[in-house]
T-cell receptor
Framework: GQQLNQSPQSMFIQEGEDVSMNCTSS?????WLWYKQDPGEGPVLLIA?????ELTSNGRLTAQFGITRKDSFLNISASIPSDVGIYFC??????????FGTGTRLKVLA | GAGVSQTPSNKVTEKGKYVELRCDPI?????LYWYRQSLGQGPEFLIY????????DSGLPNDRFFAVRPEGSVSTLKIQRTERGDSAVYLC?????????????FGPGTRLTVL
């Protein structure tokens, strides 16, 4: 099935550093979402974006809906150890069928 | 506060056997979804229910896969004649509706291993 391209695939960072990751698609979406998944758990929604160019924050997280509607970015500021996990982007061109990315695995070194 | 629950959490079966995976959505959520997550990948859409009916089953890989939601709440994903390639985590999600802005809440998944 279709998966969106996420980069980087994985990253090790020091606690306190800022993190950036992005997601690209060959298709246009009208909704972009960012999820975090911990081991043995289902994905948990972090941020949802509904408008091209939209910039939305949730605490230390900021995400943007790309102006072309084919990409999205997630930034995490001042990372902490509990930020470790897998981050997935997801796009939706209708109302319910999410297409997920391949994931960015984040490891934070204390 | 009950979220989406799935049982069993783990299921090991032999090739060729039949399995059923259960999903209990958040109470009052009319929309229910099944996704499959292979190792190292993101979830992939399988099927969407609105109420009791399967509104979109375009993600089911073949006719060995079938899902029901007879009373509009609990759903069961059924896999016949399992194959090793069916091994994955099967995630269930529910939402208050299927409109833009209706967040999908995911359960912890059932890890299926086919030997």
């Amino acid at each position: 099935g279709q998966q969106l391209n996420q980069s980087p695939q994985s990253m090790f960072i020091q606690e306190g550093e800022d993190v950036s990751m992005n997601c690209t698609s060959s298709s246009i979406f009208n909704t972009w979402l960012w999820y975090k998944q911990d081991p043995g758990e289902g994905p948990v929604l972090l941020i949802a974006l509904y408008k091209a160019g939209e910039l939305t924050s949730n605490g230390r997280l900021t995400a943007q809906f790309g102006i072309t509607r084919k990409d999205s970015f997630l930034n995490i500021s001042a990372s902490i150890p509990s930020d470790v996990g897998i981050y997935f982007c997801a796009g939706c061109s209708g109302t319910y069928k999410y297409i997920f990315g391949t994931g960015t695995r984040l490891k934070v070194l204390a | 506060g009950a979220g989406v629950s799935q049982t069993p959490s783990n299921k090991v079966t032999e090739k060729g056997k039949y399995v059923e995976l259960r999903c209990d959505p958040i109470s009052g959520h009319t929309a229910l979804y099944w996704y499959r997550q292979s190792l190292g990948q993101g979830p992939e859409f399988l099927i969407y229910f609105q109420g009791t009916g399967a509104a979109d089953d375009s993600g089911l890989p073949n006719d060995r896969f079938f899902a029901v939601r007879p009373e509009g709440s609990v759903s069961t994903l059924k896999i016949q004649r399992t194959e090793r390639g069916d091994s994955a985590v099967y995630l269930c999600a529910s939402s208050a509706g299927a409109r833009v802005g209706n967040e999908q809440f995911f359960g912890p998944g059932t890890r299926l291993t086919v030997l």
